[in-house]
């Protein structure tokens, strides 16, 4: 168990919706990282928080945002869902924000479009 | 842009056959190269972080090296439980490879 909380676990949801996911991140770390992967695909970066500011983009779509609250944990969410959003999405968090600083993951939320 | 090659995708190997996986990178300045093992359907699970060129770490069957250019991960006597895929990643954003599909056959 590496610490890190990922709420829901399965999402199943029709295209167009708008759906929110959940972090939470190990107790102590202030960095918060989402991503996703697709299948058989890498690992796509597409945010990352740190103590509640934006801290890097990646390829995160215009429909797609996310926030880190005070209390650190974290949401992404994804609006006007397609059939290609369908993906699994993690979540990482990390002590500090620096280049040598390892993140553990959360288990993932598989998002189902249908 | 940080850049990270795996190889090979996928490999193969016969359970007690040791072999090694590469991690070829691109940055301004490594900072931290992490390797991390990922099974089918969960988060990646972290191994290992190298800092430095020569710098070597071990856990268990396996054993991480650092170069300038590349990391090498070798898995030595591998077990069927070793199979998983194998990535690596460096910098701040945690650029990933497409990793390494490793299978051990028992």
């Known amino acids: 168990d590496s610490g890190v909380t990922q709420t829901p676990k399965h999402l199943i949801t029709a295209t167009g919706q708008r759906v929110t996911l959940r972090c939470s991140p190990r107790?102590?770390?202030?960095?918060v990282y989402w991503y996703q992967q697709s299948l058989d695909q890498g690992l796509q970066f597409l945010i990352q928080?740190?103590?509640?500011?934006?801290?890097a983009k990646g390829n995160i779509l215009e429909r797609f945002s996310a926030q880190q609250f005070p209390d650190l944990h974290s949401e992404l969410n994804l609006s006007s869902l397609e059939l290609g959003d369908s993906a699994l999405y993690f979540c990482?968090?990390?002590?500090?924000?620096?280049?040598?600083?390892?993140?553990?993951f959360g288990q993932g939320t598989r998002l189902t479009v249908v | 842009e940080d850049q990270v090659t795996q190889s090979p995708e996928a490999l193969r190997l016969q359970e007690g056959e040791s072999s090694s996986l590469n991690c070829s990178y691109t940055?301004?300045?490594?900072?931290?190269l992490f390797w991390y093992r990922q099974d089918p359907g969960k988060g990646p699970e972290f191994l290992f972080t190298l800092y430095s060129a020569g710098e070597e770490k071990e856990k268990e069957r396996l054993k991480a090296t650092l170069t300038k250019k590349e990391s090498f991960l070798h898995i030595t006597a591998p077990k069927p439980e070793d199979s998983a895929t194998y990535l690596c990643a460096v910098r701040e954003k945690l650029t990933f490879g497409t990793g390494t599909r490793l299978t051990i056959i028992p």
């Open positions: 928080y740190y103590n509640g500011e934006e801290r």
């Open positions: 107790s102590g770390d202030l960095s």
């Open positions: 940055v301004s300045g490594l900072r931290g």
């Open positions: 990482a968090s990390s002590v500090a924000s620096g280049h040598n600083t390892e993140a553990f």
